[in-house]
């Protein structure tokens, strides 16, 4: 199974479970996280949704490029780039705390992912970083909009996106990127960070969150995120793009 869904307690934890491929995403984790999300809605019991990936080597290496190489042209590209985004979106508008609990490397997508979520827990020694820009494109589900939403001073977040790198658990922590820096088991670092949280009634922390929906509406959040997507296709479909791509592609095989 390339995901894992649990609930225990009010958390409803998403695990992508693909370590052989870095927890990559393929199109049956984002099926998966859809399903994940449609559960929430329809389950007043989930009071805090987490994601993380398997193991203890990589969160999320972003979109499988061995699964999605195929995509050639603008349009092609456009229709996986916006399945993956209006799920994103979908998670960002939840409306109960979301968390990316990154227990390991987070690059490409799956720093678009954790963007997404309301709050981003990382692993001391564990890494992340838009490299999107290294293969001749730029956040393609959204992950560039959210970032800039999400606190940072706007300088440092556009320096994140610009460098295309990767930085360690304190550089983001320090730049607002990360809100915990955590040792030892994951699950004990979910519960640290929700103490105060469960404390409070569900209908108060659904109330703020839907204050900050509301604020995103009014900024046209949602197609601010879709214009990023198919800015994202159309350097898909550039030559400079496929030779990234096929030059990394022959350094993992």
Known sequence: MDFINTEQEGIMTFTINRPERRNAINYAVMEGLKEAIEYIHNHETVRAFVITGTGDQAFCSGGDLAEFHHLITEEEAYSMLSKMAEILYDLATLPIPTIALINGVAVGGGCEIA???DFRLVKKGARCGFIQGTLGITTGWGGGTYL??????????LKMLLEARLYNAEQLFAMGFAQYIFEGEKNEAIKAFIADMEKIQPSVQKAYKEILIRKWNSQHLKERVMEEVRTCA????????????????????
């Open 115 to 117: 963007a997404a979520c």
């Open 148 to 157: 800039l939403e999400r606190g940072l001073q706007q300088e440092k977040a």
């Open 234 to 253: 159309k350097l898909w479909e550039s030559e400079a793009h496929h030779q990234a791509v096929k030059q990394f592609l022959s350094k993992t095989k």
